[in-house]
Structure formats: C-alpha cells, structure tokens
T-cell receptor, first 116, second 116 residues
C-alpha cells in the first residue's frame, strides 16, 4: 500500500482564491511527521509546513495551513489567497518514527496552476 | 541563510560510465540524504548518512551506488556504471537532527543526470 497518497494530479485555482491540496497517509507508527514541499518549474524543493502526529493544533505558516485530521489520516494543505507564484508541484511527505534522521516518503504530487 | 549546494547542476554521461554527484550540506548539519526524482514522478529516497556511515538505504540503492563524506564538508553520491534508467534529478538534503521528529530536511537545488 502507498504510504502517502495525493489523489489530485492537477488542480486549477483562480488567483486570490483559496485551494486545498489533499494528502492521505498510512502508518502504524504513533510518532510521525508530515511535511509539505513546493517544487517550482526550476526544480528545487522548498519546505512549506510541518505537522507532528502529537501536535494538538493545525500548523499554520503565513498563507499555508494544514488541515490535519488524524483519525482520517489526512493532512491537507490549504493555500489562502493564491498568487501566480504559487503555480508549482506540491508534494506531501512523511517521516515515521522518532529518529531525527529517518527518511522522508513522498507522495506523487499535485500540480497547482493559478489562473490570473 | 545557509543552504545546501550541489554540483554540477546538469551532468550528461554515457551508459556504463561512472559519475560522482557532489553536495555541500549546511555546515552544522549531522544527517545527510540523497533522493532522486525521475522526470514527472515522485521523489524517492535513496540513502541516509550519519556519523560517517549509512544509516538507512532503499532498495534502489544497490551495489552500483555508494556515498562518501571525503573531507568533512562534501557529501558525494557515486554511480559506478550508469544505466539509462539512472537518468533523474538527484537531490541532496541535510538536517541538524536537533528537533526530533520535526527535523526539517533542507534540499539542494538538484543535479539533473542524463544517461545516453
């Protein structure tokens, strides 16, 4: 089974609107972290936001917020007030276990296109 | 702000040749990683490195691959005899290991490897 699933291969959003990018995960480890990365067309991976499995509140970072529903094993990224520069691939990733050096497992990504 | 650097940005090689991809992680970081991304696909973990040894590796990381930290600053990935399917973007990442499960991995800009 896939550990990280992103069901939306591509999405459009109108500039200034909010958009939600879906991510579901599968783990039996009680300790895990969820990460979102942005990959613009230039190719680099830019860290956006993090949610820990024990965090009581949803993470927020500027225009990014994470809708964390632990029972449903989902960690959707919400981007408010979309900008043209938000057009990129977005990857959800998970680290399992308490070891700080553990690897990241990535989902297949969602390509977001912001329309002017 | 400190960043991970990678050289070269693009490498073209003939099948069967050896390549070495170079990375300079952030200077006080302790954990180092290599990931790869085949064009249009998700990012896949290859190997992690801590305390001068491999701590984790994926099934992709077979005997054709090796990693080294030759001089305390560089972190290299060697592919001994490249195959066509090794064509991908290779990302180096590093983390400081001080934040437990939240341990942001900082990614380099990537090296695009093309095997002809």
């Amino acid at each position: 089974a896939q550990k990280i699933t992103q069901t939306q291969p591509g999405m459009f959003v109108q500039e200034k609107e909010a958009v939600t990018l879906d991510c579901t995960y599968d783990t039996s480890d009680p300790s895990y972290g969820l990460f979102w990365y942005k990959q613009p067309s230039s190719g680099e991976m830019i860290f956006l936001i993090y949610q820990g499995s024990y965090d009581q509140q949803n993470a927020t970072e500027g225009r990014y917020s994470l809708n964390f529903q632990k029972a449903r094993k989902s960690a959707n990224l919400v981007i408010s007030a979309s900008q043209l520069g938000d057009s990129a691939m977005y990857f959800c990733a998970m680290r399992e276990g308490g070891n700080a050096g553990n690897m990241l497992t990535f989902g297949g990504g969602t390509r977001l296109m912001v329309k002017p | 702000e400190p960043e991970v650097t990678q050289t070269p940005s693009h490498q073209v090689t003939q099948m069967g040749q050896e390549v070495i991809l170079r990375c300079v992680p952030i200077s006080n970081h302790l954990y180092f990683y290599w990931y790869r991304q085949i064009l249009g696909q998700k990012v896949e973990f290859l190997v992690s490195f801590y305390n001068n040894e491999i701590s984790e590796k994926s099934e992709i990381f077979d005997d054709q691959f090796s990693v080294e930290r030759p001089d305390g600053s560089n972190f290299t990935l060697k592919i001994r005899s490249t195959k066509l399917e090794d064509s991908a973007m290779y990302f180096c990442a590093s983390s400081d290991g001080t934040s437990g499960i939240y341990n942001e991995q900082f990614f380099g800009p990537g090296t695009r490897l093309t095997v002809l």
